[in-house]
Structure formats: C-alpha cells, structure tokens
DNA sequence: ATGTTTTGTGAAACATGGCTAACTTTTTAA
DNA sequence: TTAAAAAGTTAGCCATGTTTCACAAAACAT
C-alpha cells in the first residue's frame, strides 16, 4: 500500500520529535500535528502494519524504511521552508505551506529542482557580492 | 464552504476549456480530468450551490467568483510547470506534479515566490549573456 | 497501595471525493 | 419520426482520514 500525504506527515513528525526527545509517543505526534490521539493511534496502525513503524508498550519509533521515507520529507520540508522564507515569507506561514508542498514532487523532479534553485544562488551571491 | 483542492482543479479545467471550445460541458471536463460524469456532476452541483460555476441546459460555465479562482490556479499551473521544465523535469511529468503544487500556497506566498523567482531569472541571464 | 491523571484504543459517525450501475434526458442519424 | 447513442443525474458503495465518546491500561503522586 502506497503512502499518503498524511502517512508521510506522521512519519516526519516522530522524526523531528525523536531528535528533540528519547522516545516518542502517540500523544506526542498528535500534539505536533494537531489532531486528536485516536487518529494517531488507527494511523499508527496502518503504518506499522506496512513496515514504517514499530510500536513499543509505551513509544512508537521508524523502522529503516519508514526513517528513509521521514528523512526525506524533512529535508523537503527544510527546502521549501528556507525558500519561502527566502522569498519574504514569514516563517509560521513558510512551515505551514511548506508541510504541502513537500508531498507534490517524486524524488527525481526534486533534486532537479533543488539543483537549479542551488545554481541559481550561486550565481546571484557571486553577481550581488 | 471553502474551496478544496480538487474544486479548484474543476474551475482550472472548465477555464482551460472554455478557452479551446465555445461551450464547456460536464463530458469534457471529465475527460479532461479523467474522472467520470458523475463525479462531474456532483462536484458541478456543490461549486453551483457555492456560487462559482452556473450550469445551463448544456453548458457550465464560471461566475466572477470561480472565474477569478480558475485564473489564478491556471496561473501557477504555468508557473509550476515552466519552473520544472526549467529545472529539467519532462512536460508530462512538470504538468502533473504542478497540477499538486499550485494549490499548497496563499496568494500572497505564490506571489512573493514568484517575485523572487523572476529576479532570479533576470540577474541570471545578465550574468549569462 | 490506591486513587487520579495521562495515555492509548475501539466503535461509531461524518466529510470528501472517488466509483459503478441504473435511469432519464437530449441529441443525432437513418 | 423514431430508434440509438451520448450526456447527465441519482443512488448506493467504497476508501481515506478525521472526529467524539467510552473505556482500558499505564504512570504518577500522596
């Protein structure tokens, strides 16, 4: 089973907050999120029946594939952040509208994109310094 | 009821279409999307009921309201596509990921990404001339 | 140690947005 | 003009992803 736009969110999330703290909870995603911890727990579910995640007695943390899938997110997520804000917008709305965006590239169109905006900089600070 | 992404993605295609053929009907809006008639005619009736199409015996067509919605969506469709063609991505591919993109920002975000983008452009093609 | 609070789960409901199938209406062609 | 084809609608179903509410289990504090 493919994963959605908000499987991924989920997987981002225990990735970000397993950086910050030791281990992870239900009520600490869906407080991130902002949704309610029944819909962590029938999310968390799916996801570890599809090998993204393993569920302790009291902790929920990524398997290898469900880590691939976060890291990858979260440096999209960083991009377009960083791109937004770059642009003038403020960072509250820069990681709200970055949260969409980061689902609506395949990996290659990314990295492609990625590449020319970095080329794009270059240029410009060499021109602008 | 606020517009969701794939009201918006009707609008674009009644819009794109009007500007090919006289009259827009449920039909080609659904080839054109490749859903079937009656997901057309469901979503016809709510954006109806919310004021952004009008249907006639056998035509749709916008209203102000949906009018100025298709536009800008059609806006950074092109956007989006153009930005991934420049970065290399492939017309098919940069049509069907900008189709997702250009619903993830507010007006004022696209348009400061935008704004950005272009003087991008400029500086760039100075220093490359 | 036990009572309270916190966390997690399960069931039922809702909204969105698709689909198919059956039907009606309109258009077209013989 | 009438039969067939095309277009549109309606009803019912499905999947996703939420919610609330009730309950179970665990953690914590006194």
New binding site residues.
């Given amino acids: 089973?493919a994963l959605?736009?908000?499987?991924e969110?989920?997987l981002e999330s225990i990735y970000v907050l397993s950086e910050r703290q030791s281990t992870v909870?239900?009520?600490?995603v869906?407080e991130y999120?902002?949704?309610?911890?029944?819909?962590?727990?029938?999310?968390?579910?799916?996801l570890e029946s599809n090998g993204y995640v393993e569920?302790g007695?009291?902790?929920?943390h990524l398997t290898e594939r469900g880590l691939e899938v976060a890291r990858q997110m979260w440096e999209r997520h960083c991009f377009f952040v960083r791109l937004l804000e770059d642009a003038g917008v403020s960072a509250e709305v820069a990681s709200q509208e970055g949260c969409h965006m980061e689902h609506c590239l395949s990996e290659e169109s990314f990295e492609k994109l990625r590449s020319m905006l970095a080329r794009e900089e270059t240029s410009n600070s060499t021109t602008e310094s």
């Fill in positions: 089973m959605r736009e908000s499987g969110d989920y909870r239900s009520i600490d869906a999120l902002g949704v309610t911890k029944a819909s962590v727990s029938k999310a968390m579910a799916t569920m007695k009291r902790d929920v």
